[in-house]
């Protein structure tokens, strides 16, 4: 199901539902090398290379996800701090 166009915040975004709002998989399709690529990129290496990284991002997910619930925007948007620490200040 295309979600639409949320530009330089994700690109053109699909998911895939199993059944009405149950949710298996997000795809989110950006330029290659633009900005939104090579942050996907930056943010996947640091999460592979750091456990401290990979602890900050779970644990802030988590969090959201017991302070919101079912609020998919507000989790959504609650990430983006974590993740901007991630890419700015890499552990």
């Given at each position: 199901i295309?979600?639409?166009d949320?530009g ?11 059944r009405?709002?149950?949710r ?5 399709v950006?330029?290659?090398d633009?900005?939104?690529?090579r942050?996907?990129?930056?943010l996947?290496?640091?999460l592979?290379a750091s456990s401290e990284g ?9 969090r959201?996800?017991?302070e919101?619930?079912h ?14 620490s991630?890419l700015?200040?890499?552990?």
């Amino acid at each position: 199901i295309h979600r639409g166009d949320s530009g330089e915040s994700g690109g053109h975004v699909y998911v895939f539902e199993t059944r009405p709002r149950h949710r298996v998989a997000h795809l989110h399709v950006v330029d290659h090398d633009g900005v939104q690529w090579r942050n996907y990129v930056a943010l996947r290496d640091t999460l592979r290379a750091s456990s401290e990284g990979r602890g900050r991002y779970e644990a802030e997910k988590l969090r959201l996800q017991a302070e919101l619930g079912h609020d998919r925007e507000a989790y959504t948007e609650g990430k983006t701090t974590v993740i901007r620490s991630l890419l700015t200040d890499p552990p």
